[in-house]
């Protein structure tokens, strides 16, 4: 198994060195990605996990609050 991992690395590390490696544009693009990232997903993240801990809120009220230890 190892030797297989080894064989690939230097395989892709080949082809890094064969093909110019990481240039000026591949630095960029990743950087634009992450940029896209920042503004796009994460936020869209916050308004799921608000979802989520919103109805995990109810639950707990409802069901085990509301059940197990129901107001006298």
Known sequence: MKEKIK?????IWTYIRNNGGFGLYEVIGIAAVLI??????IPGFRNFAQGIMGQMDSWVNDSIIGKIFPAS
């Open 7 to 11: 064989r690939e690395a230097a395989r």
């Open 36 to 41: 896209v990232a920042a503004f796009v997903v």
